[in-house]
C-alpha cells in the first residue's frame, strides 16, 4: 500500500512539472525564433510591394509631357523681298518697302508714298544713309514718314531744302554737315514743331540750324543732339526739365543767350562748352554740374571769361569757386 501511493504522489509532481514548462515555452519566444519572425515579416511586406498594381501607362506620359518645357512662342519671320525701284535700292520688309540708297541722278527729289512691286502697293520708309554724301539740293518727304533715320542726309554739302511734315524722330548724325541747309527748329514739319518728340545724337552738327532752339519737357534728347551748331544763338530750357544731357550745346560758338528753369536740377559735362554767354543764371535748384559744363569758346583750359549768377551756398557757386569764374550771388 506504502509503495502504491507514493507512486501516485510522484506522478501528480511529474504533471505539474510538465505543466508549467509548456507554459512558459509559449509566453517567452527564443532569440532564434524571434529574428526568423522578424525576417518573414519584412519578406511578406516586400511581396505585398511587389503585387500592389503600378499606375496606367497613361499617367507616366502626362508626367512626361508636363515635365517637357513648351516651347516659346515668336512671331513669324518674314524673309525680306528684294526689289528692282527706279532711282533706288529697296527693300521688302514688314509690308513695307524701305528705300535703302539712293542711285538717281537728279537733285531736286519728292519721294513717293508709295510704290508697286510685282503688282501689290507698298508704303515707303527711308533707310539710314539713305541720301549720304549724295550731291541734292531739296529733298521733299511724304507725309506717312514719322522717322528720319540716322546719317540720312549725312555729309549733303549742297542740301539746301528739306520739306517734311509729320516727323516725329531724327536720328543720329541725320543732318551732319549740311553746311548749306539753313533752317529753324521752329519751322520743322511746316512750323508744327512740337510733333517732333525726339532728336538723336548730333543731329543737327555743321548744320545751318539758326536763331533760337527752344527744349521741351517732352522732347527725348540724346548726348549731343544739338552739339557743334554755329549759328544757334539762343537757347531755352523749358520748365519741367530735371538734367541737361552731356554736351547738348557744346561747341555752338554763336550761343549768347541760355535761360534756365527752376525744376533743372543736373548740368552733365560739357553741356554749354564753348559759347559766348556773358552771364548765365543757374538756378537754385541745380545741385550738380559736370566738368567743363560752362566754358567760353576758344579759351584754353576750358575756363568761363563771363559771369555766373546764383545763389551763395549752391552748386553754381562751387562751380565757380572750383574754375576760377566771377560769381555774383542772388541773395
Given at each position: 500500500m506504502k509503495k502504491i501511493a507514493y507512486l501516485l504522489i510522484l506522478s501528480a509532481l511529474l504533471?505539474?512539472?510538465?505543466?508549467?514548462?509548456?507554459?512558459s515555452g509559449i509566453t517567452r519566444p527564443t532569440e532564434e525564433s524571434s529574428m526568423q519572425s522578424a525576417v518573414a515579416e519584412h519578406s511578406n511586406k516586400e511581396s505585398s510591394q511587389?503585387?500592389?498594381?503600378?499606375?496606367?501607362?497613361?499617367?507616366q506620359s502626362d508626367y512626361e509631357e508636363s515635365s517637357q518645357t513648351s516651347p516659346t512662342s515668336q512671331p513669324e519671320f518674314i524673309l525680306p523681298i528684294q526689289t528692282e525701284i527706279s532711282d533706288y535700292q529697296s527693300i521688302v520688309v514688314n509690308d513695307k518697302c524701305r528705300l535703302l540708297l539712293y542711285t538717281g541722278t537728279e537733285n531736286r527729289i519728292i519721294v513717293p508714298d508709295k510704290v508697286t512691286v510685282d503688282g501689290k502697293e507698298y508704303e515707303t520708309e527711308i533707310g539710314a544713309g539713305c541720301f549720304k554724301e549724295k550731291e541734292i539740293i531739296s529733298l521733299t518727304l511724304p507725309d506717312n514718314v514719322t522717322e528720319i533715320p540716322e546719317s540720312m542726309c549725312e555729309n549733303c554739302k549742297q542740301l539746301e531744302e528739306i520739306t517734311f511734315f509729320n516727323v516725329q524722330s531724327i536720328g543720329k548724325n541725320a543732318f551732319?554737315?549740311?553746311?548749306?541747309?539753313?533752317?529753324?527748329?521752329?519751322?520743322?514739319?511746316g512750323g508744327d514743331w512740337t510733333k517732333l518728340k525726339k532728336v538723336g545724337e548730333c543731329a543737327f552738327g555743321f548744320s545751318g540750324l539758326y536763331g533760337k532752339v527752344t527744349v521741351r519737357p517732352d522732347m527725348e534728347l540724346e548726348d549731343g543732339s544739338f552739339q557743334v551748331?554755329?549759328?544757334?544763338q539762343e537757347v531755352e530750357i523749358q520748365n519741367g526739365i530735371t538734367e541737361i544731357p552731356n554736351r547738348l550745346f557744346a561747341e555752338n560758338s554763336a550761343l549768347e543767350k541760355i535761360s534756365?528753369?527752376?525744376?533743372?536740377?543736373k548740368i552733365n559735362p560739357y553741356a554749354f562748352?564753348?559759347?559766348?554767354?556773358?552771364?548765365?543764371?543757374?538756378p537754385q535748384s541745380v545741385t550738380e554740374i559736370g566738368s567743363h559744363a560752362i566754358t567760353t569758346d576758344k579759351v584754353a583750359g576750358g575756363k568761363y571769361t563771363g559771369i555766373i549768377l546764383g545763389y551763395k551756398g549752391s552748386a553754381a557757386e562751387a562751380y565757380a569757386k572750383e574754375n576760377n569764374i566771377v560769381f555774383s550771388p542772388l541773395n
Open positions: 504533471a505539474v512539472s510538465l505543466t508549467a514548462c509548456k507554459q511587389e503585387n500592389k498594381p503600378m499606375p496606367e501607362s497613361s499617367d551732319w554737315q549740311c553746311e548749306n541747309l539753313k533752317f529753324r527748329l521752329d519751322d520743322i514739319n551748331c554755329l549759328h544757334v534756365l528753369p527752376d525744376t533743372l536740377t562748352s564753348e559759347n559766348i554767354v556773358k552771364n548765365i543764371i543757374i
